[in-house]
């Protein structure tokens, strides 16, 4: 269910007002909208935060061979070793390109050519065309050819008129030496190994900032609620919302804090938070929704159990290979006894052992492991579902949409009564059903069994009849005329359920695929050497091939799986999922 929410208004004393939001993180049953905030507690709170996450990173990406040595000890050290790398790292890499523009001329010093033009030899470093000599206009200068590429030539002119003929490019003298180049890189570049190989050592930083990141997370939180408080004078109040069945908690603080305090009711334009509590049963959908970044407006359906049974279906189907269910599920207790009393992995645990299993049990119905038939593992079911022309697996699918269709026309029907509008959400489920066996007829499952106009005229009758309100016409006239699209469109929102035998079967024919490429690689023709050697091509072959189509089959759950519950299913039932999720105000 979705709980009922209580406006809070709370006021203290301004000088008590830390204290106050200490003690009302404590309880954990507020929620502060804290969006938005850009104060300076909060932005130091932040940048603290931030640097901290780039120490880790800094460490971690160093640490690849961790070293031993006296490492960093806060993130303050690690951001100033980092920035002095960077710029250390910059200079050695202009350093290197200076070099090399220089290389061609060999050990070219700067000051040693400015004693031989204090002594009358000017000297110019030039480059020239390969085979054109820079002799024409130098009036006694000599030149010395000094390299070639085979396009260009590189030159010193020395003494006389200097000024080289039209085409000949002059080279500026580097800043300093190319030895001193040559002894700036080596040094930026032990500089940089000596900071790589502290960060290498600093693995125990990474524990410690590790520790306190919920600690940085409280202190970005608090910071961002505590801007959120109204102040006049000497005193201060803040808004919030909070479950109703926290409210005996709220004014017991209240009375022992010498707190004032106003809870009411949402008002009907008012937003308050989404809190969800599915039956303990279902509970861990919740962490599914949270994964999602999904919430139910405060004023829809809490649609978790059927979301999570539903899901489990469209998981195993699209998943589609009872091995891959065994591996998933075999990660999953592995996870059980890696995670221990960790009380933020139980929920995806949870979530997690029943998926898998339920793909197990697809796999058991369908007889698919890793895309091959077990023979001693077949069944009628297998037999059904193996149907060469896809039929009866298709009827599945089409027969698992309109159940989930209708249980949500049927919901709102329930809801609704006695008001005359639940007679339309009959009629919906009716129409639903309808073209739940025109698509049956169009792909040639069953013959459109004619009686079923009948159903079709009744339902129309009441969602024309009973969409919308006499009274309601002038506001809500224009929706009866969509209603023919919406119509039309209940034909689609059947067939959509066909992509749980589509990507299913694709995932069991890629299987399939890499199967036989695996194994047509062995041949009793061969010679026992060639087929031991081909034999790791097929190992390779099969783990490759499964490894992607695995990973094909976790997206494809992503994205069909979840449309079917938060597109399909919810435009029917009427959820929006335009909420936002409760958030308690306590510490992480």
Known sequence: MIVKMKHLVLLCMEKDSAATLEKLRALGCVHIDSSGASGGEYQEASAQDAQAD???????????????????????????????RESISADVEAAERMLKIYAPFGEVDPAQIALLAQKGLQTVLVKSPSGVAPTSQQNGAYSQKLSSDGKTDYYALIGGDVSPAPGIEIVPLPPQSTSSLRRRIADGKADVAAINHRLASSGALVDELRKSSPERADKIEFAAVRERLGRDGTIAWLEAWAPADA?????????????????????????????????????????LFAGLGIAPAYTEADVSVPFMCYFSVFFAMLVGDGGYGALILALTLWGWKKAGKNPAAKPWLALMTVFSSATVVWGLLSNTWFGAQIPFLANPASAWLGDATYHNIM????????????????????????????????????????MYFVTNSIVGIMEFPQPCMYLLYVSLALVFGFSVKPSEL??????????????????????????????GLASVKVAENFNAMATGLLSSDNALWLNALLF??????????????FAMAGLSVLVHAVRLNTLEFSNHKGVSWSGRAFKAFSKH
Do not use: Q
Request: with cysteine; hydrophobic share 55%.
């Open 395 to 434: 009827f599945l699918c089409f027969t698992i949409g309109v159940s989930h269709l209708v249980l949500a026309r049927l919901w709102n029907a329930i809801c609704k009564a006695p008001d005359s509008t639940f007679l339309a959400e009959i009629g919906w489920a009716g129409i639903l059903a309808f």
């Open 536 to 549: 790791v091509g097929t190992l390779a072959i099969l783990l490759v091939g499964h490894a992607l189509n």
């Open 54 to 84: 780039a120490a880790i990173r800094a460490i971690l990406k160093a640490a690849s061979k961790p070293a031993a040595g006296n490492g960093y000890t806060s993130a303050g050290e690690v951001a100033t070793a980092v920035a002095r």
């Open 474 to 503: 002038k506001t809500r006239g224009a929706e009866l005329g969509m209603l023919p699209l919406n119509i039309m469109s209940a034909l689609g929102d059947i067939i959509s359920y066909v992509r749980l035998f589509a990507v």
């Open 247 to 287: 409210e005996d908690a709220i004014r017991a603080a209240a009375r022992e804090n010498a707190w004032g305090i106003l809870l009411r009711d949402a008002t009907a334009d008012e937003n308050p938070p989404t809190l969800i509590r599915p039956p303990k049963l279902f509970r861990p959908v919740a962490s």
